[in-house]
């Protein structure tokens, strides 16, 4: 079937009063940015209702898009047709057959703006009814609890009908809650952490921090591919590559073992914070999960989080591996999660990692390290690209250029 648009239902957002239009007016704008490399199609808002308008473009593929987008609650596929009785029965007749599973029960409703039309609404509605009876079997009318609704609405401009609804991901709008920096591990976790903030209305950039050259390229492409799925739902997403290996050697060199990942992650928050006052920022997520490793025990999370005043959100906080993954299989990104390669972590986590650190021994270690020359080095050296679902980017042409700079 050839549908002519496609309409969109949206939520939680119609309650938000004044700031309506604004939250409405965020979603026009996320939906074209999801379907921007089809020029043809037109997006429009009217009477609170929201019209992708197809011209010819395939309505599955929107659809499949339209189901990226965070703050959609539904979506259907719109017919559109002369002001004709005949042409009206037939479409609204193979509209319902479209529908997967066929419905036991049906009725139909119209809505008659223009008024000139010849037939009333209740008129209309019983031709077409009687109409869809008389052409199917094991069906009938149930106008309280049916299973379906054939959608007739009568404008001058033509007549639009519609059976289908498509259940849409919910949420807010993405970038109506503000905006906020992840951090990206290449792991399974912190995707799905960002879906979870994206999903809430958080605009995201992403920080990564890696240890190129004694970890591979392959590793921040890792990271690169998460975060073009991650930029499906969004049309784009920035990403900050942060060299840690400087940073990494000192801590090797002055903390004791066990202490080496507290230390590491109160760099990341160090750093994290800073990338987030520069951009902008108001909060950090991370894909931390409670007891899932030892820098994830409470007394862990105190001391990392004690270097930093800004919020950390922490999405999976109560969530099972297990969970979490299945998430992550859902949005896309678990198979580029799971590719064998090592990130900065992995090779530097101890025999014995304690699981109470505490905040004086942490501060102990790290006095006799030069903290803020090393966290400036950081910064001055960090990489920030922008992503996109069309563009293919390359971490050596990233980071290659980045480390000749760096050896001469
Ligand atoms: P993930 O699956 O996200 O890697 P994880 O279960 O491996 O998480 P950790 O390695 O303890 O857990 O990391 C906890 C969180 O710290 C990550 O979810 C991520 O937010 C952040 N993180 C870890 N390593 C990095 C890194 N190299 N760069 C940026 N953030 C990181
Ligand atoms: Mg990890």
């Known amino acids: 079937m050839n549908y002519d648009s496609i309409l969109v239902r949206y939520g939680e957002i119609a309650l938000k009063g004044k700031n309506r239009y604004r939250f409405e ?21 009217t009477f609170g209702r929201i019209y992708v308008e197809l011209h010819g473009a395939s309505h599955d593929v929107v659809i499949e898009r339209l189901k990226n987008v965070f703050g959609l609650v539904s979506f259907s596929p719109v017919k559109r047709t002369d002001l004709d009785v005949e042409d009206i029965k037939r479409t609204s007749l193979e509209l ?27 008129e209309l509605t019983y031709e077409v009814g009687a109409y869809i009876l008389r052409n199917t079997e094991n069906l009938t009318v149930n106008v309280h609890q049916p299973d ?31 905006k906020a920096l992840v951090l990206l591990s290449g ?22 921090f890696h240890t190129y050259p004694v970890t591979s ?34 801590i090797k060199k002055y903390s004791q073992e066990s202490y080496n990942i507290t230390i590491m992650r109160r760099m990341f928050l160090r750093i994290a914070e800073q990338f987030a006052k520069r951009q902008h ?3 950090l997520v991370t894909g931390e999960s409670l007891g899932q ?42 198979e580029a999660s799971v590719r064998p390669f090592e990130d900065c972590c992995s090779l530097f986590v101890p025999k014995n990692p304690t699981t109470k650190p505490l905040v004086t021994r942490a501060e102990f270690i790290e006095q006799k390290m030069e903290v803020d020359k090393l966290i400036n080095d950081a910064i001055q050296r960090t990489r920030t690209i922008m992503i996109t679902p069309q563009d293919d980017v390359k971490a050596k042409d990233v980071i290659f250029t980045d480390m000749q700079e760096f050896m001469k």
């Open 293 to 334: 490793v030892a820098s994830q025990t409470l007394e862990s999370m105190y001391t990392i989080n004690h270097v930093v005043r800004i919020p950390i959100l922490r999405p999976l906080i109560t969530m099972d591996k297990l969970d979490i993954i299945e998430v992550a299989r859902k949005i896309g990104t678990y």
């Open 281 to 283: 920022a108001l909060a």
């Open 217 to 250: 390229e392959e590793s921040i492409q890792k990271v690169i591919d998460l975060v073009k799925v991650l930029s499906n739902y969004t049309g784009q997403f920035r990403l900050h590559l942060v060299p840690f290996l400087e940073i990494q050697k000192e």
């Open 187 to 208: 792991g399974i976790d912190s995707p799905v952490a960002s879906w979870y903030a994206m999903k809430r209305g958080l605009q995201l950039e992403g920080i990564h």
């Open 148 to 178: 379906t609704v054939v959608n007739i609405e009568i404008r001058e401009e033509g007549v639009f009908i519609y059976s289908q609804t498509i259940p849409g991901v919910g949420g807010m709008p993405g970038g109506s809650s503000g």
């Open 96 to 122: 319902l057959q479209q529908v997967k599973p066929f419905p036991k029960t049906f009725k139909v409703e119209t809505k008659r703006p223009y008024k000139l039309f010849p037939l009333s609404s209740p």
């Open 25 to 45: 007016d965020r979603l026009l704008q996320n939906i074209r940015n999801v379907l921007r490399d089809l020029p043809q199609i037109k997006v429009t808002k």
